[in-house]
């Protein structure tokens, strides 16, 4: 058996004159928490309903469990889908909304009432007290529950989850993230995320595709695509990051400020971008030993309760740092005033060659 529930090979989708899926190849593992990552309008919405069975791509194939489906309608793909806007039947209670895909297989009403009242539980609702309320009676928390539970009561070999949690507030958006996560290790179902979230994708993901203009930039664990992405796009839009512009020398890149030691190896001359992280450069008596060390204007301070945003100026490129809001120096930072910035080679996210 292959490791992979699902595979996409050279997938193409044009709508008019917008590519949205531009040759994606792809694979997802089974029993993985996967999650395709971008903005507005990068075609991973789109990936998904090829994926479903919604949309059928104009060139390419879709492998489902080792099963050919490109041509297979949704109902045949063993598959289950969450939408955002949950489409849960409103006249219907919570049993009967999470009953309807079994009745349509046809299952004793024994069978069916088991079932509902495990995946109640699984969702930890009781049934003794949501079965039998409508979705009006549900907050949004709990009809996001509802709607997992009726996608996967029917045990789909692959979950497929639109945006689902682009309507709850910040905190029972927070809370769902770790719910998700526990469910899809609890079921093991595959499950395939589409988000333009980045922090959703890095808290429940067991690996991230970042799409861009219908390609896909880079695939990776979360860690891999924040602490080593391939692409400037791919750093700049997973989590924060600062670039500098320089020409590639031998061991570092020379900027209009000033030589940036670096470890990665690109061919001398070549005009490059060096992306680092705000969390990785050092501030005041901590920059101080650093590789590579530079005076600062502090322009701003941004307090976040646990981190402290400093944005500073360095011969005019605006800087970001981030630092823990309990660091020693973060009393003596002040607006309008220098202090030296720091970090060695090795830390950044990475060197990109600029075309030209």
Not at 43 to 49: E, W
């Given at each position: 058996?292959?490791?992979?529930?699902?595979?996409?090979?050279?997938?193409?989708?044009?709508?008019?004159?917008?590519?949205a899926?531009n040759?994606?190849?792809?694979?997802?593992?089974?029993n993985?928490?996967?999650?395709?990552?971008?903005?507005?309008?990068?075609?991973?919405?789109?990936?998904?309903?090829i994926?479903?069975?919604l949309?059928?791509?104009?060139?390419?194939?879709?492998?489902?469990?080792?099963?050919?489906?490109?041509?297979?309608?949704p109902?045949?793909?063993?598959?289950?889908m969450?939408?955002?806007?949950?489409?849960?039947?409103?006249?219907?209670?919570?049993?009967?909304?999470?009953?309807y895909?079994l009745?349509?297989?046809?299952?004793?009403?024994?069978?069916?009432?088991?079932?509902?009242?495990?995946?109640?539980?699984l969702m930890?609702?009781?049934?003794?007290?949501?079965?039998?309320r409508?979705?009006?009676?549900?907050s949004?928390g709990?009809?996001q529950r509802?709607?997992?539970a009726?996608?996967?009561?029917?045990?789909?070999?692959?979950?497929?989850?639109?945006?689902?949690?682009?309507?709850?507030?910040?905190?029972i958006?927070?809370h769902?993230?770790?719910?998700?996560?526990?469910?899809?290790?609890?079921?093991?179902t595959?499950?395939?995320?589409?988000?333009?979230?980045?922090g959703?994708a890095?808290?429940?993901?067991?690996?991230?595709a970042?799409?861009?203009?219908?390609?896909?930039?880079?695939?990776?664990?979360?860690?891999?695509?924040?602490?080593?992405p391939?692409?400037?796009?791919v750093?700049?839009?997973?989590?924060?990051?600062?670039?500098?512009?320089?020409?590639?020398?031998?061991?570092f890149?020379e900027t209009?400020?000033?030589?940036?030691?670096?470890?990665?190896?690109?061919?001398?001359?070549?005009?490059?971008?060096v992306?680092?992280?705000?969390?990785?450069?050092?501030?005041?008596n901590?920059?101080?030993?650093?590789?590579?060390?530079?005076?600062?204007?502090?322009?701003?301070?941004?307090?976040?309760?646990?981190?402290?945003?400093?944005?500073?100026?360095?011969?005019?490129?605006?800087?970001?740092?981030?630092v823990?809001?309990?660091?020693?120096?973060?009393?003596?930072l002040?607006?309008d005033?220098?202090?030296?910035?720091?970090?060695?080679?090795?830390?950044?996210?990475?060197?990109?060659?600029?075309?030209?």
């Open positions: 058996m292959s490791s992979d529930m699902v595979v996409l090979k050279n997938v193409v989708k044009r709508f008019g004159n917008i590519v899926s040759g994606i190849n792809m694979n997802v593992r089974r993985e928490f996967f999650s395709i990552l971008g903005p507005s309008g990068s075609g991973k919405t789109t990936l998904l309903r994926i479903a069975g949309e059928r791509p104009d060139k390419g194939r879709v492998i489902i469990n080792e099963d050919d489906v490109t041509n297979i309608p109902y045949k793909r063993s598959i289950g969450v939408f955002q806007n949950l489409a849960l039947f409103p006249h219907m209670t919570v049993y009967n909304n999470i009953a895909g009745r349509l297989r046809n299952l004793t009403e024994d069978e069916i009432g088991f079932k509902v009242k495990e995946s109640l539980r930890r609702m009781s049934p003794e007290v949501f079965a039998n409508k979705p009006s009676h549900l949004g709990q009809k509802v709607a997992i009726r996608a996967l009561v029917t045990q789909p070999a692959v979950l497929l989850l639109d945006e689902p949690l682009g309507a709850l507030d910040l905190k958006r927070q769902m993230m770790l719910e998700l996560k526990r469910i899809q290790r609890t079921v093991g595959t499950f395939i995320y589409v988000t333009h979230d980045q959703e890095l808290v429940m993901s067991d690996r991230i970042i799409m861009h203009e219908g390609k896909i930039e880079q695939v990776g664990s979360p860690r891999e695509v924040y602490e080593k391939r692409t400037k796009f750093a700049n839009f997973i989590g924060e990051a600062n670039f500098f512009e320089g020409v590639m020398r031998e061991g890149v209009n400020f000033g030589k940036i030691k670096v470890k990665e190896e690109i061919p001398a001359s070549r005009k490059v971008i992306s680092l992280r705000p969390e990785r450069i050092r501030i005041g901590a920059a101080v030993g650093s590789e590579n060390m530079f005076k600062v204007k502090i322009i701003d301070l941004i307090y976040r309760g646990d981190t402290l945003i400093v944005i500073a100026s360095l011969e005019g490129i605006e800087i970001k740092i981030s823990p809001a309990i660091h020693p120096e973060v009393m003596r002040e607006r005033k220098d202090t030296w910035i720091g970090w060695n080679s090795g830390d950044e996210a990475g060197i990109f060659e600029l075309e030209d």
